[in-house]
């Protein structure tokens, strides 16, 4: 079983004698083993800590079916030196990874599902979690084995709405943040009334908003999300995990340029700018310290780096901390 990928078009004679062909990460893995036995203790997915690869290792889903029980003896076994000896278990060679797997007790015992989900959370969508986690209960796992949030007794399935629908419209509303839009800035007011008068009108519409940080655009969600649920609608906030922004090389700017301004979504977007720096604006002495950076008297280290000063981080923890109580 050696898997090799190539496009639908490819000439497939030419693909089977393309130089190299018979070598793969996982071959080279069989070989190391075979040739040096400091190899031999070594675990597949450690191998890159010890040996050098040309390539990442790549990770298999458990719809995979083989592929993703060679994954799972990989993370198990090691001095594995052929496919057939890591199908060998106490000395009887066994038809399939699955069944090597079974016997060696590494699926149920084993918390291989439970990492493969919570690897995904890194950076799968919604739905493929979905879609892994029905996978994972078909193979056998409870469901009562994940930590799930209970379901709620109180919805009542005779009222005739579905459940995402109440539980979202009986959100209780946080009083302090039905006062935020009465003090909105010039910038939050103009984002805030556009944003109002597409919901009032029924119209619709995707919105940008465009801030560097402290600009107040979360003081600007909360206000919306105040007045709309106020009115009983139902306003779902949500937040990506960010994780791309920090994995991808380059900055900011350019990961923007180069993931949302090429969506096809982009140009039907009202693009809404805040540009007040409302932390600097309610915290003098943030004001005078971002003066104090802009005019380069703050000590930089060789990257031109600022440390941040601790009493304001602990101010800002503290602030968090009295936020979460
Ligand atoms: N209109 C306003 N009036 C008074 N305070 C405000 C106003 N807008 C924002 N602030 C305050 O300014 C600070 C920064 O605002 P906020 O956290 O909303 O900014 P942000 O743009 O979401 O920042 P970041 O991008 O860093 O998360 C907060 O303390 C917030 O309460």
């Known amino acids: ?51 050098t690869w040309q390539t990442r290792i790549v990770s298999a889903h458990p719809a995979e079916g083989e592929r993703y029980y060679l994954r799972v003896l990989l993370n198990h076994v090691t001095h594995a030196t052929s496919y057939e000896d890591l199908r060998t278990v106490n000395g009887e060679i ?40 029905a996978t994972i209960l078909s193979m056998g796992k409870e469901i009562e084995s994940f930590p799930l949030p209970d379901i709620q007794e109180e919805y009542d399935t005779s009222i005739g ?6 539980e979202e419209s009986t959100i209780e509303l946080n009083v302090e943040d039905t006062y935020l839009s009465d003090s909105l800035n010039s910038d939050q007011r103009a ?7 597409a919901i009032d009108r ?3 519409g995707v919105f940008f908003v465009d801030g560097p940080g402290g600009t107040g655009k979360t003081f600007l969600y909360r206000a919306l999300l105040a007045v709309v ?7 779902i906030a ?12 380059g900055s900011r700017a350019q990961i923007i340029n180069s993931s949302l301004r090429r969506s096809y979504l982009w140009d039907s977007m009202r693009h809404l700018k805040l540009v007040r ?8 002495w943030f004001a005078e310290y971002l003066l104090h950076i802009g005019d380069g008297k703050e000590e930089t280290n060789r990257d031109g780096e600022v440390a941040f000063q601790t009493r304001y981080v602990c101010q800002e923890l503290g602030r968090t901390l009295t936020l979460i109580h």
């Open 1 to 51: 079983m050696h898997m090799v990928s190539f496009q639908a078009a490819q000439n497939i004679e030419r693909v089977v004698n393309r130089e190299g062909v018979e070598k793969s990460m996982l071959t080279e893995y069989f070989e190391a083993n075979r040739l040096h036995e400091d190899a031999r203790s070594i675990l597949y997915r450690d191998f890159p800590e010890w040996y």
């Open 94 to 133: 066994l038809p399939t990874f699955h069944e090597a797997a079974e016997r060696r007790g590494l699926i149920e015992g084993d918390n291989t599902l439970d990492e493969s989900l919570t690897e995904s959370t890194l950076y799968e969508m919604p739905s493929s979690l979905r879609r892994l986690f």
């Open 161 to 166: 709405v579905t459940r995402e629908i109440f």
């Open 191 to 197: 984002a805030y009334d556009e944003i109002m008068s």
């Open 202 to 204: 029924d119209e619709g």
């Open 229 to 235: 649920r106020g009115q009983k609608k139902i306003a």
């Open 238 to 249: 949500t937040a990506t995990s960010g994780v791309a922004a920090s994995i991808m090389p």
């Open 277 to 284: 720096n409302m932390r600097a604006h309610s915290d003098p």
